[in-house]
T-cell receptor
Framework: DAKTTQPNSMESNEEEPVHLPCNHS???????IHWYRQLPSQGPEYVIH???SNVNNRMASLAIAEDRKSSTLILHRATLRDAAVYYC???????????FGSGTKLNVKP | GAGVSQTPSNKVTEKGKYVELRCDPI?????LYWYRQSLGQGPEFLIY????????DSGLPNDRFFAVRPEGSVSTLKIQRTERGDSAVYLC?????????????FGEGSRLTVL
């Protein structure tokens, strides 16, 4: 199973953009890249996903490298409510398994 | 409610006891997942159901752990002869099933403490 590598923690200032990196050098051609986040004392929640092209939604943007060996989750304006652990996950095309790593703990300073 | 519901939210038990954790998925979701999360770690995959059958139980740590979903809706995770190392938050997630975006909807988890 392809694995992901993320920094343990990152810090951002409120209302500034945040770029959360993820390396997945062993990704296969049919693996989707998913991002989830987990706020304290809650279950993870879906943020965004993509396959090859960059993706935007109301929560964030996902930038995928051309070789697909890395991706970046972009929060355009961080708020205090964005402080959470962010997980980058590879989902096999048959989507029956989602493997979570340790994630990146994002701290947002006011 | 419209989301994934897990009960109990907290369970404290003694070593050696039997425990059941329940998950009510979103209505109509055919796929159901159980994860276990220890403090400071990401969720660890345990088992995945598609309908009533366990499509993948490769994450169950040993034969003390068992899960069922007899009618393809509610699922119960069963832990026999609990050990202190079983203490964790047990998360349940559901998904509409084949042919969708693959988004998982998680419950808030059941925190199990084994004394």
């Amino acid at each position: 199973d392809a694995k992901t590598t993320q920094p343990n923690s990152m810090e951002s200032n409120e209302e500034e953009p945040v770029h959360l990196p993820c390396n997945h050098s062993t990704i296969s051609g049919t693996d989707y890249i998913h991002w989830y986040r987990q706020l304290p004392s809650q279950g993870p929640e879906y943020v965004i996903h993509g396959l090859t092209s960059n993706v935007n939604n109301r929560m964030a943007s996902l930038a995928i490298a051309e070789d697909r060996k890395s991706s970046t989750l972009i929060l355009h304006r961080a708020t205090l409510r964005d402080a959470a652990v962010y997980y980058c996950i590879l989902r096999e095309d048959n989507f029956n398994k989602f493997y979570f790593g340790s994630g990146t703990k994002l701290n947002v300073k006011p | 409610g419209a989301g994934v519901s897990q009960t109990p939210s907290n369970k404290v038990t003694e070593k050696g006891k039997y425990v059941e954790l329940r998950c009510d998925p979103i209505s109509g979701h055919t796929a159901l997942y159980w994860y276990r999360q220890s403090l400071g770690q990401g969720p660890e995959f345990l088992i995945y159901f598609q309908g009533t059958g366990a499509a993948d139980d490769s994450g169950l740590p040993n034969d003390r752990f068992f899960a069922v979903r007899p009618e393809g809706s509610v699922s119960t995770l069963k832990i026999q002869r609990t050990e202190r190392g079983d203490s964790a938050v047990y998360l349940c997630a559901s998904n509409p099933g084949q042919g969708n975006t693959g988004e998982l909807f998680f419950g808030e988890g059941s925190r199990l403490t084994v004394l």
